[in-house]
């Protein structure tokens, strides 16, 4: 199932829901009424997904396999320990889903997931995830660029950063019943960053719909930050002139910076950021600056002291 090319799959197989998300050609010619009825079908993990391979984006490491991905998950909403949320995360309601874009935009909006799906072509991108906690993985995302919704909104010359808001329901996410963070789970980007080519916003992963997990419906994707930056299960993105202040540096602001770059020279003050352990893999590698992505971010950072700005 995971990595199946649409041409081979039977006309036998295809359903509505696969029509709709792995077929373009067919969204466009069908995108009137007759399209209306499929979309009130709600997409849920094991879902197909399609995106055209994005070349430009793929990585000469082996892809962590799709159990590790989905069963070693870090989702405070869902508990704190990594198994805790792929056994919790079913009670996530996916659909219906929107997400309010607002703050210093021209054209702000409430808009619904699957209409966001068919902004622009999705795309598969290999990236390499890493947690400040020391491990990462290589995950194929689906997705398009962040850009594209940014830039849809019409920001004002005053949108200097953009916050993403999780959802906030301690029915549907257990976890926040405890303290261990501020509810709802919050974190930020500048502007540069944000609309940043790698910065993927993600409906997907291993050709299909996220499952809850991983931050179903619609999370972010940033990949030479570390992983605590890569939100899950947006439901507000606000354009802001002023830097937000994030869940992770409520918590512990000299532990954790707003700009959260992979920078294997700037320890954690508990631990050392030199080294990660690959999930799946026995020995630690090194770490790579910006993530192994500094031919394409380190330029957002010039004259930045990394240290500082941590
Ligand atoms: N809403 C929300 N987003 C979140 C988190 C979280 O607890 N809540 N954890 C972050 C952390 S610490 C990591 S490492 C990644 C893990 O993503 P994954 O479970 O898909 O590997 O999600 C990030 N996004
Ligand atoms: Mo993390």
Not at 69 to 98: C, H, I, M, Q
Not at 166 to 188: F, K, N
Not at 189 to 203: S, V
Request: charged share 25%.
């Amino acid at each position: 199932m995971i990595k199946r090319n649409n041409a081979a799959i039977q006309a036998s197989e295809i359903t509505p829901r696969e029509l709709f998300y792995g077929r373009r050609r067919f969204m466009q010619m069908a995108a009137g009424a007759g399209a209306a009825a499929m979309l009130s079908g709600a997409a849920s993990a094991g879902d197909k997904l399609a995106g055209a391979k994005s070349t430009a984006y793929m990585l000469p490491d082996k892809p962590t396999p799709l159990e590790d991905v989905t069963r070693y998950n870090n989702f405070y909403e869902f508990g704190v320990d990594k198994e805790s949320p792929a056994k919790s995360a079913g009670s996530l309601k996916t659909r219906p889903w929107r997400v309010a874009v607002e703050g210093e935009v021209q054209k702000p909006g409430v808009f619904d997931i699957d209409a966001m799906l068919r902004w622009a072509p999705m795309e598969e991108r290999v990236y390499r995830l890493r947690c400040v906690e020391g491990w990462s993985m290589v995950v194929p995302w689906l997705g398009f660029p962040l850009a594209e919704l940014i830039k849809r909104v019409e920001p004002t010359g005053n949108a200097k950063f953009v916050e993403f808001v999780t959802l906030h329901d301690a029915e549907q996410m257990p976890g926040q019943r405890s303290g261990v963070l501020e509810w709802p789970y919050r974190e930020g980007l500048r502007i540069d960053e944000a609309m940043h080519p790698l910065t993927l916003l993600t409906f997907g992963l291993y050709g299909e719909v996220l499952p809850n997990q991983n931050g179903a419906p619609v999370r972010v994707i940033v990949p030479w930050k570390y992983g605590f930056k890569s939100v899950k299960s947006i439901v507000k993105i606000r354009l802001l002139e002023q830097q937000p202040v994030t869940s992770w540096m409520q918590a512990g602001p000299r532990e954790y910076g707003f700009y959260a770059n992979v920078n294997p020279a700037v320890d954690h003050p508990r631990w050392s950021q030199a080294r990660e352990r690959r999930i799946g893999e026995f020995l630690k590698r090194p770490t790579l600056p910006f993530n192994g992505y500094a031919d394409q971010v380190a330029g957002l950072y010039a004259g930045m002291d990394l240290a500082r700005y941590f």
